[in-house]
């Protein structure tokens, strides 16, 4: 009878399973029965957490010891979902929460959007799951939906950590309405690819659509505004901090990095650098986007910064340059506002539907991806790997 022999990278044993009648998934389910994920297995950067420097935010704050617990018992954590209307009266022409049959239309209200109760529900599941955060991440822009306060109101109540991911210049230049944010235990992200470059950062919520009644104010100016008295009510004086940057980096503004990296750094903002998510409108790779050798060259150099400068020592292989590893995908899921459940918002593997089935249910399938948690993007490396295929493709 034929054997086989493997080494768990994890445990470091030698397994000897009998090859017809058992494969390595069950062998790998039973050493996690008996041994489990162990913090050493992790990456150690996901220790790095109050530093007063913005490396990770409130919300992600989840040590080597907590991940290895919570994968062990498969509890999510951390996932994301779209729990607000598709609606966005901005029209970024990369924006993954659209699809890309839509490419220069208006991001407007889906007539298939999970109803107010439905949703409200899905905060009470992923609690039961034992979500200590969910990522706010759209549809549209979750602050102009209408339940949005019903929302973050059942995420405090249920205990969870909102993390409102946020184009700012709509709502936030309101201090009751930040206020508000700040009592519910909110973090906040805003999306800033230039803080500076008011025609870059303008011409990107802009989009490239005709529009027949474009926005005239200066969204810069106001997301900076907005920014300002997040930092004035006190987000940022939290450890980890309150305040995020969602800074996708392409060619366009990579001459501004190393100066927002500073500008988080010494304000204890997160700044999550990076590239653009193989999803959404940006399925197909989009103009200035960054090689993989490229981002990873940065984000060496932006690793070198955090040593030299600010006294934090970190691998630079990341999805986020110079912040925490990712735990939405295998921590989380990833939740569409029609219903349908992906592993993450990079959009690799289709899971189910919120209308057929529980998260729970939905939740069960993704244990192979918990088990192998280890803080990159394999969304994105898939899509490089197939970039490089039809590079070498076009060259023969
Ligand atoms: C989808 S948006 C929704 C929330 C809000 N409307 C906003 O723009 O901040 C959430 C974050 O994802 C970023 N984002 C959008 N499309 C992306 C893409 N294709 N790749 C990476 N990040 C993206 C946005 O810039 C933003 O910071
Ligand atoms: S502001 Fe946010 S939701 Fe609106 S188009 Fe841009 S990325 Fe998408």
């Not at 204890?268 to 590239?275: A, H, K, R, W």
């Not at 986007?289 to 292989?317: G, I, Y």
Request: hydrophobic share 40%; glycine share 8%.
């Amino acid at each position: 009878m034929p054997h086989c022999q493997t080494l768990d990278t994890r445990t470091g044993l030698v397994v000897y399973f009998v090859i017809t009648r058992v494969g390595y998934e069950e062998v790998a389910s039973m050493i996690d029965t008996f041994v489990g994920r162990t913090a050493d297995s992790l990456p150690p950067e996901f220790d790095i957490i109050k530093t007063g420097r913005g490396y990770t935010m409130a919300g992600w704050d989840f040590s080597r010891a907590e991940l290895a617990a919570a994968i062990n018992a498969h509890q999510m954590l951390n996932p994301a979902m779209e729990l607000g209307t598709n609606a966005c009266p901005w029209n970024c022409s990369f924006c993954f929460t659209e699809s890309p049959d839509n490419p220069d239309g208006a991001k407007r209200r889906l007539t298939n959007e999970m109803s107010i109760a439905r949703r409200l529900q899905l905060i009470d599941e992923a609690a039961a799951l034992g979500a200590r955060s969910i990522n706010f991440v759209g549809a549209g822009e979750p602050t102009i939906d209408p339940n949005f306060w019903q929302l973050i109101e059942r995420m405090h109540l249920r205990h969870i950590t909102p993390i409102v991911y946020t184009e700012g210049a709509l709502r936030l230049t309101d201090r009751a309405f930040v206020q508000r944010l700040y009592d519910l235990g909110a973090t906040v992200v805003f999306k800033v690819n230039s803080l500076h470059d008011e025609a870059y950062q303008n011409a990107i919520v802009a989009g490239d659509g005709v529009r027949k009644n474009p926005r005239s104010e200066n969204y810069t100016e106001r997301r900076n505004a907005a920014i300002d008295l997040c930092m004035d009510i006190g987000f940022h004086r939290h450890d980890p901090t309150r305040l995020a940057f969602d800074t996708i980096v392409c060619a366009q503004n990579a001459g501004e990095i190393f100066d927002l990296h500073r500008f988080a750094r010494r304000n204890n903002i997160f700044i999550l650098i990076v590239n653009y998510l193989p999803s959404g409108r940006s399925t197909d790779p989009l103009h200035g986007a960054l090689s993989r050798a490229e981002q990873f060259d940065l984000f060496a150099q932006l690793a070198r910064v955090d040593r030299e400068e600010f006294d934090l020592e970190l691998a630079s292989r990341f999805p986020y340059a110079g912040g925490t590893p990712c735990t939405i995908r295998g921590m989380g899921l990833f939740v569409k506002i029609g219903g349908r459940v992906l592993d993450c918002p990079g959009e690799s593997e289709s899971l189910g539907d919120l209308r057929e089935n529980s998260l729970a249910e939905i939740w069960g399938r993704a244990r192979h991806i918990t088990r192998a948690l280890d803080g990159g993007c394999a969304p994105r490396e898939v899509a490089w790997a197939k970039q490089r295929k039809q590079l070498s493709i076009e060259r023969t």
